[in-house]
């Protein structure tokens, strides 16, 4: 069984550019949560979607946004890059089933490096 | 006040030791916790998921729970040099709406030594 798949892993842009990141899920996985981890804040949630809807927002600015695809994919963008979003960014999907043991099944991430 | 805090560590503990890593959070009303192992340059994944007061095993691994302290803890037994990687606490806080919006904590690094 294929896991969560992101693409690309690594990429660097300069400030100001603008970056898109992409979100495969696990087969049949209908949730899908974006987090973004640096050495200073750790894992910080940003947006979660399920079912094409953005059911859930952190706390991060407008720059910074998401959709889902009909099949479950995910892509999240960030526009006007500054150098503190320097960071890996990690998604998630889940089946979302409802129950309390909400596991979580994390991608390897794809590592964004502004200059 | 950070939502989850952990001991950033580095927590070393000899081979065969058990190993003790805690963690606090704020929001009183938090209903599920989550212990992730995250190797260095890999992806967190869950080791264990606790939401009853008390204690959970599961293998070498006990996952611990006190809702009136706030405190969850994990406690690795027999703990190898494979153990050695950043356990992160997380939880789900009740204003999540019932969703994957999980709170972690910073990280404690653990290095089991030969």
Known sequence: KAGVTQTPRYLIKT???????????????????????????GLQ????????????????????????????????????LEL???????????????????????????????? | QKEVEQNSGPLSVPEGAI??????????GSQSFFWYRQYSGKSPELIMFIYSNGDKEDGRFTAQLNKASQYVSLLIR??????????????????????NKLIFGAGTRLAVHP
């Open chain 1, 45 to 80: 949630f940003l947006f979660e979607y399920f079912s094409e809807t953005q059911r859930n927002k952190g706390n991060f600015p407008g720059r910074f946004s998401g959709r889902q695809f009909s099949n479950s994919r995910s892509e999240m963008n960030v526009s006007t």
């Open chain 2, 78 to 99: 027999d703990s190898q040099p494979s153990d050695s990687a950043t356990y992160l606490c997380a939880v789900l806080p009740i204003l999540s709406g019932g969703y």
């Open chain 1, 84 to 115: 503190g979003d320097s960071a890996l960014y990690l998604c998630a999907s889940s089946l979302a089933k409802g129950t309390p043991d909400r596991e979580l099944f994390f991608g390897e991430g794809s590592r964004l490096t502004v200059l």
């Open chain 1, 15 to 41: 400030r100001g550019q603008q970056v898109t990141l992409s979100c495969s899920p696990i087969s049949g996985h209908r949730s899908v949560s974006w987090y973004q981890q640096t050495p200073g804040q």
């Open chain 2, 19 to 28: 190993a003790s890593l805690n963690c606090t959070y704020s929001d009183r």
